[in-house]
């Protein structure tokens, strides 16, 4: 009963702007990824603005369709006019490391509060084409307890091998929604997003990205405990007015 007395004084109007205060605090925050659909650069391009290739050498192309290329890659990206192609081709380069490995350290420290609270995820969605058996491709997501990316934690969230998105040898691969998401550490400031290509045969990675969308989320749990304190309270005020 103690309880209820606490809310005597509140009515609708301040529970709808406690509602809207928590609300906001609990909505998602965007993830600063730059160039994430690659069109920041033109094609062809070896690497892409904002990301680095980290396996040396030239081993990631923007393209976007005009250039010489192997026959299951797709001829068009999935919006705008240039993707994420590990295929050597796009630029002329005579080979490729393998593993092909590109990734972007992303700044999420504004989000600090969420993530030292222990509730926050990030959830990252991009577009994927592949229909070469040769070629497996992974995204990763690492994380650091400082900006500057030098202080890893630990914690790494992998998709494991993407599915391709047709059979083998299918010429122009389409596109395909993939996804990957999980908790970030407490402590967290900054994370990696790697992309890599494994070749277990031929010269050229043929997997391709587009599209890169990402945000940090509550966990499911901490909104549902924020949901059920607004309802609580407003049942509250409702027996009191």
Known sequence: MTWLRSTSNLRAPTVAALSIAVC???????LSIVNPGFEVDVAPATGATGWTITSGGTDWFVADGNQADSSNDPSAAFEGSNWLSGNRLVNGASSSSNPQTIEQLIDISTEAALIDAGSASVDLSFQFSDSDQNDDSTVNISFFSDVAGTSPLGAVLTSNVLEPTAADGVADAPWALREL???IPVGTR??????????SAGSAGNTHFDDFRGSIVPEPAATSLISLAIVSLAAAVRRRV
């Open 24 to 30: 906001s605090a609990a909505m998602a925050g965007s």
């Open 181 to 183: 998401s999980g908790a």
């Open 190 to 199: 900054s994370m990696s997003l790697e992309l890599v290509i494994q070749r």
